[in-house]
Structure formats: C-alpha cells, structure tokens
C-alpha cells in the first residue's frame, strides 16, 4: 500500500523559511517522478513544483527562485524548502507520486498546513 505522509508546515513570519517534507512507503520510491502542490482557502489545488526521478526540477513561475524541490532517494523522501515566504503562500501543501509513463497524479498526501503572517 503506497502512503505519502508530508509533515513540516507550520506558523511563519512575512520573509522566512520552512522545509516541507513528505516520506514515501510502499513502493519503490527512486523510479518516480514527484510533485508538490498548494490549495488555499477557497481555491483550487495548484502545482508548485515537480522533481523527476533523475532530480531534474521545474516550479510554478509564483515560487521560482524562491522554493526548492530535491529527493533523498535513500530516506524515500521529497522536500519542499519554502524561503522568503509571502502571506500569499499560506495554504495546505500537498505531495504527489506521479505515474512512471503518464506523469498522471497517482497518489497523495494528507497535506501539511503552511500560515504567513504579514
């Protein structure tokens, strides 16, 4: 049974940093490509960020430079480290294991609650 379990999120201030982490179990994690995505209050889940299994990278032009994505294919683990958080980044943050040939969203995470106070 493949879970996805993000911890991480919290309380910050305008301008500082997090690092969202999401560990993967029940399947071999290294092969797949991952995501992260966000929904705020109200709105609709938006993509943030995707790493391939390769490590290469690729973000949402609302977070480039300022968010990273990286793996640690030994720990099974994705990371999302959030810098110069804007109160617009306030939000549930989601991880996502995507399918292998289809880049389809197979499977999810609970989520873990991001808040930037201004």
């Known amino acids: 049974q493949v879970q996805l379990v993000e911890s991480g999120g919290g309380l910050v201030q305008a301008g500082g940093s997090l690092r969202l982490s999401c560990a993967v179990s029940?399947?071999?994690?290294?092969?797949?490509?991952m995501a992260w995505y966000s929904q705020a209050p109200g709105k609709q889940r938006v993509w943030v960020a995707d790493i391939t299994s390769g490590g290469s990278t690729n973000y949402a032009n609302s977070v480039q430079g300022r968010f990273t994505i990286s793996r640690d294919n030994a720990k099974n683990t994705v990371y999302l480290q959030m810098n110069n958080l804007k109160p617009e980044d306030t939000a549930t943050y989601y991880c996502a294991l995507r399918d292998l040939d289809t880049w389809k969203l197979n499977y999810w995470g609970q989520g873990t609650q991001v808040t930037v106070s201004s």
């Open positions: 029940g399947t071999t994690f290294r092969i797949y490509p």
